[in-house]
Nanobody, 123 residues
Framework: QVQLVESGGGLVQAGGSLRLSCAASGRTFWWSGMGWFRRAPGKEREFVAAIPWGSTITYYKDSVKGRFTISRDNAKDTVYLQMNSLKPEDTAVYYC????????????????WGQGTQVTVSS
């Protein structure tokens, strides 16, 4: 069975930090990489960041560049999203996703999804 479990969400003040974790189980050796998406209230799900398993290249939504960092721990089959300098507009449910295909910014390119973790940033 393939399973993704997010954790680390919470309530923080603007300018604060959170680190999200996504632990994966199953046949992860088939996956090309993982990404983070988010859905804010009243908005569509949007791409945040992505990282391939076998590359140092990372990808980010323009508005989070310089503030968010995606990383991985291959031994633990876990991907992280370090979020610094958080803004109220970062408030959303954050989802991790895994792809068996090429890593893209399009949610349709991902095959497995977690249930999400809430991030709330107060002003």
């Amino acid at each position: 069975q393939v399973q993704l479990v997010e954790s680390g969400g919470g309530l923080v003040q603007a300018g604060g930090s959170l680190r999200l974790s996504c632990a994966a189980s199953g046949r992860t050796f088939w996956w090309s990489g993982m990404g983070w998406f988010r859905r804010a209230p009243g908005k569509e799900r949007e791409f945040v960041a992505a990282i391939p398993w076998g590359s140092t290249i990372t990808y980010y939504k323009d508005s989070v560049k310089g503030r968010f960092t995606i990383s991985r721990d291959n031994a633990k089959d876990t991907v992280y999203l370090q979020m610094n300098s958080l803004k109220p507009e970062d408030t959303a449910v954050y989802y991790c996703a895994a792809s068996r295909r090429s890593i893209t910014k399009d949610a349709q390119g991902y095959d497995y999804w977690g249930q999400g973790t809430q991030v709330t940033v107060s002003s």
